[in-house]
């Protein structure tokens, strides 16, 4: 054979082999769910086709192992299933139709529909603390009075963690639990958090999330100071004025107790050349003892408090007082049945 004619050849099957590998590439599909493949019982989600190929139609379907429970197909490469009930939860795949062929391309990955709130919620809870320092470790810790057979813990907006449970006594009644170990902390741990269970019967079924529990990095700024005014001989009633200050200007200011949040994040104005907020704490009743905290923070995110640090503490005084009164029912009651004795005594 001619040299150029086995050059030409050569060629032709190189050219050949780019564009088959080309189409290959961009032949491949994605499904996406918004706002999220987590739905909530009764809510709405729109599944979506993601393909760089032009296709005339596209159908999306529902799958249980190698069988197809239903599918969706049609013109456009999204479809919106409202209201979602416990039959929408499953794995999804989608699929393009070829304009000059009419055959359907090869599926997607598999993508998992959730429907939550099917079960009543569990109780999420950090240990020792949600407040921790870079480089500490903390345990999230899921529990239940359902015997779930799977806890899943996510957090919003990110990725999700399963585990099996761990079951245990506590007080005489039966729970459920597991216990997902964070650490070393990094500045990516912080967030907001939920957990969720489920049985192995309906693995795609969960419970309603549980309330959310935000995690919170400290130690990563100058901490600000926290001061009060208070007479040392506090009465019942009375409000506690904690002053949080800052040579940074945060964009929210929170106060802690024992580690716990103390209402909500307050913004901090500009006072003597510093950044000030206040926090009333109160009426005292019975006794706000305890370690206070302020911290400072960035809006870095809706989602989570990232950059917070550490602050100084205060422990309020525990010999409070209460109100001075009158006379109180019971010494005037106890009083007219002495004046009634001493009556009676008369007779």
């Known amino acids: 054979m001619a040299p150029k004619l086995i050059t030409l050849l050569c060629l032709g099957f190189c050219l050949n082999q780019k564009i088959c590998t080309h189409v290959g590439a961009q032949d491949e599909f994605s499904l996406s769910a918004w706002p999220s493949p987590r739905v909530p019982l009764g ?3 729109t599944l979506s086709c993601h393909s760089r190929l032009q296709f005339v139609m596209f159908t999306i379907f529902q799958t249980t192992g190698s069988l197809v ?3 969706y197909t049609g013109l456009s490469n999204h479809v919106t299933i409202n209201p979602v009930t416990p039959g929408h939860a499953g794995t999804y795949r989608c699929a393009g139709i070829y304009k000059h062929t009419s055959k ?3 599926g997607s990955k598999s993508l998992k529909i959730i429907v939550t709130g099917l079960f009543t919620k569990p ?5 020792p603390s949600s407040l921790v320092h870079t480089g500490a470790r903390v345990s999230l810790r899921c529990r239940s009075p359902l015997a779930f057979d799977e806890f899943v813990l996510y957090k919003e907006e990110h990725t999700q963690h399963s585990q099996q449970l761990d079951e245990g006594m506590e007080a005489g009644s039966h729970y459920v639990q597991a216990v997902f170990s964070m650490g070393p902390i990094t500045p990516a741990h912080a967030g907001t958090y939920r957990c969720c269970g489920s049985f192995n019967h309906s693995p795609y079924e969960w419970s309603a999330p549980s309330d ?8 990563k700024y100058k901490k600000p100071s926290l001061s009060t005014q208070v007479d040392p001989m506090m009465r019942l009633g009375e409000k506690l004025n904690f002053f949080c200050s800052s040579e940074i200007s945060f964009d929210r200011y929170h106060l802690f107790r024992d580690g716990v949040a103390h209402g909500q994040w307050l913004r901090g104005q500009r006072h003597s050349g510093a950044f000030q907020v206040h926090f009333s704490v109160g009426p005292a009743t019975p006794v706000p003892g305890g370690t206070y905290r302020c911290y400072g923070s960035f809006n870095d995110s809706p989602y989570k408090t990232l950059r917070v640090l550490l602050c100084h503490s205060w422990n309020p005084p525990l010999n409070l007082t209460p109100p001075r009164q009158t006379q109180s029912p019971w010494k005037a009651t106890r009083w007219m049945k002495r004046a009634l004795q001493r009556k009676r005594h008369r007779r």
């Open 69 to 71: 429970r239903e599918s």
């Open 43 to 45: 809510g709405r989600v």
């Open 123 to 127: 109780s999420i809870s950090a240990h």
């Open 104 to 106: 359907q391309s090869a």
């Open 212 to 219: 959310p529990l935000d995690i919170v990095i400290t130690g």
